[in-house]
């Protein structure tokens, strides 16, 4: 198979500090002439030059160029510094940008009349869909302006057998608690516990109420970290298909648990709206998001999305599909993989020996506590501390003794407050 000029280009590099004909400190040919060697773009040399410096090959200085760091055979698969595996997202997300505006007149000069998305990214996303357990059509397969439109299109849509009233989990995202709240939609509540969810309760509101849909986060809850084991997904799934309900599925850390299926995987009845979102992976401010619909909902979904906007930003959708398609995506996702796994064990240690018994979870850069009473709320929130007290994220007010800590020194006096 013929290499593509981006490859061509980071094997010969990578040949070349092999076989000592680069040493370490050597400095590369610029973009601009390599460019002309290989005959192709300096976009193309710079994403190469990025997957190599990704590699630990080559590290740049600015207004100079790039240099050799070290020999491949060297281990390549160290933690990233949290600032390094950032600009190495920004790099190469601007270089994707940058590469949507070269010959892509057809459709930043006319509308692009797909209220589904574009066809490229649908295409890519259908692909990390199927890789991450989550099996539909690509005609299901809905891009939106991030989770937060695709949330509000869901609330505002009439849904099949007349139903009006939205189930939420308590906590839950703070978000979907102000949607609901200030639009003034009927809602029921049912708490969420690190001990599990009351599937009594839930059938008696599936049974009683008349429920369009229940919110809910599986896996790594937002915000108390937990997930629904295997018995309780099947469980859901089966309540909602005897109950006609359906379930908004908001799997916005998929990216970093594969060794779990998604609740959608369990949905042989049509009954999960699965939302994915890439804020979580890449940038908060990638306001992208893919919504996989059951059929007998896609026609009113798109057509309240289309009240709302001719189509999603286009430049985003094509330049996020360059990122998935290069293998940037995949590449970012396992640097900030090995960063949260090397913040977990920190935390991990700093819990272990830390005197005070507190129950806890950890998720990604940040601790849950659950505390005992109120009196340790008011002991903390005399501190200056950066504290997320998730009371806040219950519609119905009631005092959630958990609190989110980010950060090990705020974690090491908070747990000596509490001492």
Known sequence: MTKTKYETIISDITHQIEKGQLGVSSKLPSIRSLSQSYKCSKDTVQRALTDLRHRKLI??????????LEAPEQDNHLPLPASEIDNLAYEDFRICLDETLVGRQSYLFNYYHKQEGLEELLQSVHKLLI??????????????????????????????????????????YHRMNSLVKDQGLPYQTIDRSWSGLDFEKLEELFKNHPIKFFYTIP??????????????????????????????EDDYLA???????PLHYYDTNHRVIY??????????????????????????????????????????????????????????????????????RQNQAILEKHPFNIPYKLLNNRVILELSNQKQVQMLKQHDLPLNFLEANSLDNTQNLYIQVTGKEDLIKTLDILS
């Open 59 to 68: 590290y740049p200085i600015q207004k100079s160029g790039y240099y050799v």
């Open 131 to 172: 890789a991450s357990d989550v099996y539909s059509k690509l005609e299901q397969l809905v891009i939106t302006t991030g989770t937060q439109q695709a949330l509000y299109i869901l609330s505002q849509m009439d849904f099949p057998e007349n139903k009006n009233e939205i189930l939420l989990e308590s906590p839950t």
């Open 219 to 248: 896996r790594l809850h937002n915000p108390l970290g937990m997930s629904y084991t295997e018995d309780e997904k099947k469980k859901l799934v089966e309540l909602a298909h005897r109950y006609k309900v359906y379930i908004v």
């Open 255 to 261: 990216d970093f648990d594969k060794k779990h299926p």
């Open 275 to 344: 939302i994915k979102s890439f804020s979580a992976a890449l940038f908060p401010a990638l306001r992208i998001a893919t919504v996989v619909l059951p059929k007998p909902l896609l026609k009113r979904f798109l057509n309240s999305k289309q009240l709302m906007d001719y189509d999603t930003n286009l430049i985003l959708q094509k330049a996020l599909s360059l990122y998935i398609n290069n293998g940037l995506f995949k590449r970012n996702v396992a640097g900030l993989k090995r960063r949260f796994e090397e913040n977990q």
